[in-house]
Structure formats: structure tokens, C-alpha cells
């Protein structure tokens, strides 16, 4: 399986802008730039879609994990906050911290923290990502 997207650049890095798309259409022309990556202005940045990926992908395979053991969550709700740093001339994704709020009947703390670590530790995002992980999971009633 092969996933594409593009990257479209105009101008110098502090004044230019670009433009992502993705191939299923859902990035059509999404715009970034300096100030979308940062600072504030409206539009997206590759530490965003990078966060984005990486909550999902973990949130999916804890889904399916839960499954295999026979559990089905009510919700899974999970926030990834990439943090990208200076490092030499340039910058660097240090981090990924995943923040779990599970509502899952009938599954005890500890299966839930072994199902959650394995999540995070097998999802592909989680593996191709050279930064540090965390994972804070809770189960939630």
C-alpha cells in the first residue's frame, strides 16, 4: 500500500507559502507557510498533520487490539502533541506525547495499560517516528 500527498512551494522560506494536497482529496490545496507553521495564521503545518497521523494511527490500532482481546470501547478519544524544536541550523520533532481518554465497559486498569502500550509501540506512525513517545492513557467512566 502506497499514500501520496504533495507539496507545492512558492517564494523563499520566510515569505513564500505553499500548498499540501493529498491524494483522497482531503488535503486539496491546504495552505502553509511560515506563519501556519509558526505562528498562528490559519492554514495547516507538517507538525500538525504529522499529529494528526500519529493520534490516529494509535487510536486505530488500540481499537483493534481492544478487539482482539474481546473488548469493544465505547469511545476512544486521543490528542498528540508534537513538539518541534531547534536543533543545530535547523529544527527537529523531538516528541509525540499521546494523551488517551478511554471509556471501554468492562476492561480492568492493567489489561488497559498493556493493550494501550502495545498500541503505541506497534502502530506504524509510532515506529517511523525518530522522537521520544509518551503515552498518558486513561479509562474513563
Not at 16 to 23: C, D
Request: aromatic content about 6%.
Amino acid at each position: 500500500m502506497i499514500r501520496k500527498a504533495k507539496a507545492v512551494w512558492h517564494g523563499n522560506g520566510r515569505t513564500g507559502s505553499g500548498n499540501l494536497s493529498s491524494e483522497s482529496g482531503v488535503l486539496a490545496e491546504t495552505p502553509y507557510s511560515f506563519k501556519t507553521r509558526f505562528e498562528n495564521e490559519k492554514g495547516t503545518n507538517p507538525e500538525e498533520l504529522i499529529a494528526a497521523a500519529h493520534a490516529g494511527c494509535f487510536t486505530m490500532a488500540l481499537a483493534f487490539g481492544l478487539q482482539a482481546a474481546g473488548f469493544t470501547p465505547t469511545e476512544l478519544a486521543t490528542e498528540a502533541a508534537v513538539a518541534l524544536e531547534p536543533e543545530g541550523q535547523g529544527f527537529r520533532i523531538s516528541r509525540s506525547a499521546l494523551t488517551l481518554r478511554a471509556k471501554v465497559p468492562n476492561l480492568d486498569e492493567a489489561a488497559f495499560a498493556r493493550l494501550a502500550g502495545e498500541a503505541e509501540k506497534n502502530c506504524p506512525v509510532s515506529k517511523v517516528l525518530n522522537a521520544a513517545i509518551t503515552l498518558d492513557a486513561k479509562l474513563v467512566q
